[in-house]
């Protein structure tokens, strides 16, 4: 048997079902039940049967997976799959905002540990972000942990004080505009697509800025032929695959998480097998942080967005 065919069969023995995010690896995107961004797998996560859950993405992922649902068991290929941002802020920074405004509310990007959700209001993911904060009763926002994504949502919501922390993503945030400006010169019909990770300069010269998700779908429904993306290289699979007549330039430096590219075939096999790399979140993170993320998902569907 071949490794895909192993994973079919560990799944159907230990009732488990495989999620990955789209900048996982092709192989492993190709053997996932469900592909998705981040708002989809969380959501996802809160309502399926399956007693095993494998998260294809960083820890993060996983956790939020577990908080969602702590009955489950949730399985990492690779325990060292992680996301930098995900730990860029500090208790002091949220402690001073909140001693600083009455009526703060603390904004947490998805992209973050189970910790700092548990210090935060509400959870976000790239695709609810605007909207979440715009509805939000609270003027003073502490946006956290991504510069870049908490100065689109400024951008976009301008009648709230929004505090712009320091974190970003290493990908996005180091993917060079000139780089991008260079595919438009000898691309100039090809639309520019965007993840609102990315830095201004580059945001600037955007056709279309949205998640992973948005950026596929807007792909899949244009009648344009050519795009730029400006995001990680993965969702390159699902593009192709929605778009075979169309195509798809990249940054010359190519934009590739590390974290999501350890998770491989024999990864999802071994734990699978051995149960090894189970999630798990501290006791007294799981009320506080399980909220955060599930306030979210209730926001989410009061406004049927998704
Ligand atoms: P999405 O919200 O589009 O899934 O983005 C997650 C992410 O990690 C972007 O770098
Ligand atoms: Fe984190 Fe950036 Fe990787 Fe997304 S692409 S998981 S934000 S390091």
């Known amino acids: 048997m071949n490794t895909e065919e192993i994973i079919e069969q560990l799944k159907q023995e230990k009732d488990a079902v495989i999620l990955a995010h789209y900048y996982a690896a092709p192989e492993v995107q190709a053997v996932a039940d469900y592909v998705g961004d981040s708002f989809y797998l969380s959501k996802l996560a809160a309502g399926l049967p399956n007693k095993t859950l494998v998260f294809c993405g960083v820890s993060f992922m996983g956790e939020s997976g577990k908080l969602l649902s702590p009955d489950k068991t949730v399985l990492l290929p690779d325990s060292e799959a992680d996301c930098p941002m995900a730990h860029m802020v500090r208790e002091e920074t949220i402690q001073a905002a909140r001693r600083a405004y ?6 947490c990007y998805v992209n973050s540990t189970a910790q700092i959700k548990s210090w935060s209001d509400v959870c976000v993911t790239s695709s609810n972000a605007v909207k979440i904060v715009e509805d939000l009763p609270n003027e003073h926002i502490l946006f956290i942990p991504d510069k870049n994504l908490a100065r689109h949502v400024a951008e976009q919501v301008p009648g709230k004080h929004i505090i712009i922390p320091d974190g970003y993503c290493p990908i996005h945030d180091q993917m060079s505009a000139e780089e991008i400006k260079k595919q438009k010169g000898l691309h100039p019909e090809a639309k520019v697509l965007a993840h609102p990770e990315c830095g201004p300069k580059i945001l600037e010269l955007a056709d279309y800025i949205g998640s992973t998700s948005g950026i596929i779908g807007y792909a899949a429904q244009s009648s344009e032929k050519e795009f730029i993306i400006a995001t990680e290289a993965g969702v390159s699979y699902e593009l192709e695959k929605e778009r075979p007549d169309a195509a798809f330039y990249f940054a010359e430096t190519l934009p590739v998480c590390e974290g999501m590219k350890r998770i491989t075939l024999e990864g999802i096999a071994h734990v699978l097998r051995t149960g090894e790399n189970e999630v798990h979140v501290e006791d007294v ?10 306030r979210m998902l209730e926001l989410a569907a009061e406004k049927g967005r998704s």
Do not use: H
């Open 285 to 294: 993170l799981v009320g506080p942080a399980g909220d955060t993320l599930k």
């Open 102 to 107: 009455e009526d703060l509310a603390v904004v």
